[in-house]
């Protein structure tokens, strides 16, 4: 393996730094490097960029505004919040940006059946609406925990025609639905487009999920130069595979700008899903990147509060970049999460998902240390509608 | 010469098929994994891959993922298995290959499995999730404490790059039968022959077709095609469809009808 000059471009064989990779059975490697080839024709392909561009638009609603959150900021002092707002965008969460560009390469692939693994729901829940707007066959595998734990989501994968297949093997979480789904692709790989939804599995996906997220860092780098005459001192996201993160992140890399990722801490050390500040290089679904394992390199069990934050590994492009020291990641817990979406509630009427929440948590603990001439903008990945039913109970349980 | 290449040698004298069964290490537990596959020297068995549990088997179906599953919740690691290894190995010359998944073998070390596995007297390494494109470092440590690491093929793997996956490896060449997952199968996948002709064509190492090989007729079916047929899942549900004090014997029974087919005659 050899490494990468600069942070923009995985080598040849799919390596940021030491990190990334192609770990999959022999089976797949055609569909890949098919699948590689076609994202690096149609990327430089004005007509894809073009129709790409219509629907981000007219359909995903984008581009999605920036938001100051003044009575936060009023209350907590210190630097001033802007927030990303991704939940603004269509189904709810910024997974439609990826979901429509895959889509696209699909359609332009040639194929008319479409597989996607889903924790939380979201990028289920894009994938299966890219599909009803395409014509396209799409199943869902969801680990049986989350189909109980993000039932609304379930609801809406179903009605916008979608197969939706609860996966029980092992946690029952999204590290379950997407053997799952990796399985189903090695079976009908022929046929079969995987739409991958987060920034980590085996190369191209990492590059490909990254490029079609990035749209979240164009705009809002451009709106805060707009909005308030220069860059943020630091943009927060959540991270677990790390798509909003790597988005987010992606403009801002080359600008003198702090970039801090929010890991899901759980409960505590015992009971947590934050990979890179408790777990250690290994390889998992595709890629060799930092994971949650046990000694014997098993796969560890994880806990988040969040669904979409509960997978025991992390896109390799975040590994680079903690190694590179060019972000720093922090964890937060289930609790400082509630706390922060129930703050942001009711001081700017915006209710987070849970994902984005960790994000938050972060800002509101580090605006009151900053001075008041200070930016921040936190990508406010996506809405929290679907963890009513998780917030409720965390609540009535905490008392 | 290694055993690997002794056994292909010793087949394609006698005009037959190397014939090599699965056994899940750990499942039910330890000891009954570390008699099943003496018993299938026993019964004919001229090489046994020795599966490893992963919590995460992508390439497994339901049979291997649950078997696997058991055996981790019975406590096996790899330590547990490389001591199997030795034990098997103590009672018979019949090579044997070690199958998991990368991740354990990268937390134990590359450089001190090799070594560790030498010790233990395995031959080779399948890892089904480790590409010649990506396992270098692997390679190099497996060469040299004189293992074979074992390079696999499927249907969709183009004619240029089976010749350059062979040319990464060494012993065999595991030919996956069919796109999909391991488990039993019916009947052979459409288009076999043409794939395992075309391996043929493409590369020099000996063919070891393994995935849904489940009866002795599809080993008879594989006479002339190949030099090896792997049988894991169908041995695996025999083994679970019998009472457990006739389990063993009546997988072995299987792999001995399996050992008749593969004569050839």
Known sequence: ?399 | MSRIAAAFTDAGADGRLVIAPYVALGYPDMPTSVALARAYVDAGANMLELGVPFSDPIADGPTIQRATQRALAEGATLTGCIEAAATIRASTDAPLVLMGYANPFLQWGYEDLARDLRDAGVDGLIVPDLLPDDNEELALACSAHGLDVIPLVAPTTPSDRIGRVAERGSGFLYCVSLTGVTGRRQDLQTGLAAFLQRVGESAALPRAVGFGISTPAHVRALCGQAEAAIMASALIDIFDAAPPSKAVARAAAQVEAMADAAACR
């Not at chain 1, 707007?133 to 189909?147: A, H, I, Q, R, T």
């Not at chain 1, 992606?250 to 600008?255: C, L, N, P, R, T």
């Not at chain 1, 997978?311 to 590994?319: F, I, L, N, S, T």
């Not at chain 1, 001075?371 to 809405?383: F, H, K, Q, T, W």
């Open chain 1, 1 to 399: 393996m050899t490494t990468t000059a600069d942070t923009h471009t995985p080598d040849a064989a799919g390596y940021f730094g030491t990190w990334g990779g192609r770990y999959v059975p022999e089976t797949l490697v055609p569909a890949l490097v098919e699948l590689e080839d076609a994202f690096m024709r149609l990327r430089d392909d004005s007509a894809f960029q073009t129709e790409l561009e219509r629907l981000l638009h007219h359909y995903a609603g984008r581009p999605t505004p920036i938001y100051e959150a003044r009575r936060l900021h009023e209350e907590l002092g210190g630097a001033r919040i802007w927030l990303k707002r991704e939940d603004l965008a269509h189904t709810g969460a910024h997974k439609i940006n990826n979901a429509l560009g895959q889509a696209l390469l699909a359609v332009r692939s040639g194929k008319r059946r479409v597989i996607a693994e889903t924790g939380a729901g979201q990028h289920g829940v894009a994938t299966a609406t890219v599909c009803a707007m395409f014509g396209l066959e799409c199943v869902v595998y969801m680990g049986e925990e989350d189909v109980h734990r993000q039932a609304l989501n379930v609801v809406r994968m179903r009605m916008l025609g979608a197969e939706v297949v609860p996966v029980t093997s092992g946690s029952q979480t999204l590290k379950d639905a997407i053997n799952e789904a990796l399985r189903d692709w090695v079976t009908h790989v022929e046929s079969t487009f995987y739409l991958f939804g987060s920034a980590t599995g085996p190369h191209p996906y990492p590059l490909i999920v990254r490029e079609f997220q990035k749209v979240i860092g164009i705009e809002s780098r451009a709106q805060m130069l707009e909005q308030t005459g220069r860059l943020p001192d630091t943009v927060i996201a959540c991270v677990n595979g790390g798509s909003n993160a790597i988005g987010i992140f992606h403009s801002f890399v080359g600008d003198p700008v702090g970039l801090v990722g929010v890991e899901a801490g759980g409960t505590g050390p015992a009971q947590t899903a934050a990979t890179l500040e408790a777990g250690s290089p290994g390889i998992l679904h595709g890629a060799i990147s930092y994971l949650l394992q046990d000694e014997d390199g098993q796969i560890a069990p994880t806990h988040s509060i969040a669904a979409g934050l509960d997978y025991p590994g992390v896109g390799p492009e975040h590994a680079y970049l903690r190694d590179a020291g060019r972000a720093s990641y922090v964890s937060v817990t289930d609790e400082q999460a509630l706390e922060a979406l129930q703050t942001l509630a009711r001081f700017e009427g915006i209710i987070p998902a849970l994902e984005s929440a960790h994000a938050m948590a972060h800002a509101i603990e580090l605006a009151p240390t900053l001075p008041g001439d200070a930016l921040i903008l936190v990508n406010l990945s996506g809405r929290g509608d679907k963890d009513m039913d998780t917030v409720v109970s965390a609540l009535g349980a905490a008392g």
